[in-house]
Nanobody, 122 residues
């Protein structure tokens, strides 16, 4: 059974940093493009970043560009999101997804994780 498992969330002060991880299992991780999506309370999902299968190509939403860095280690079937200079508006549940570019762009990845909560305190 294919699974994605996020970890690394928690509570951090404004300006702080966190690194999220997403471990894939049950599928060939290196063959899938990956994304991070977040959802804040009372709001819809927000795409924030994507990375190609080999990691050479990355994309970021304007809201996180320059503060967040996406990366992956295919040998470990793991994707990361380094989040620096966190702001109150970054508070959300963060989900990772795996799929083709079309599936990721349409918000319907082949696989979703269960999410990890990030809280940012002033």
């Amino acid at each position: 059974e294919a699974q994605l498992l996020e970890s690394g969330g928690g509570m951090v002060q404004v300006g702080g940093s966190l690194r999220l991880s997403c471990v894939g299992s049950g599928f060939t991780f290196r063959r899938f493009h990956m994304s991070w999506v977040r959802q804040a309370p009372g709001k819809g999902p927000e795409w924030i970043s994507s990375i190609s299968t080999g990691g050479a190509t990355t994309y970021y939403a304007d809201s996180v560009k320059g503060r967040f860095t996406i990366s992956r280690d295919n040998a470990k079937s793991t994707m990361y999101l380094q989040m620096n200079n966190l702001k109150p508006e970054d508070e959300a549940v963060y989900y990772c997804g795996a799929g083709t570019w079309d599936r990721l762009l349409s918000g319907t990845p082949d696989y979703w994780g269960q999410g990890t909560q990030v809280a940012v305190s002033a």
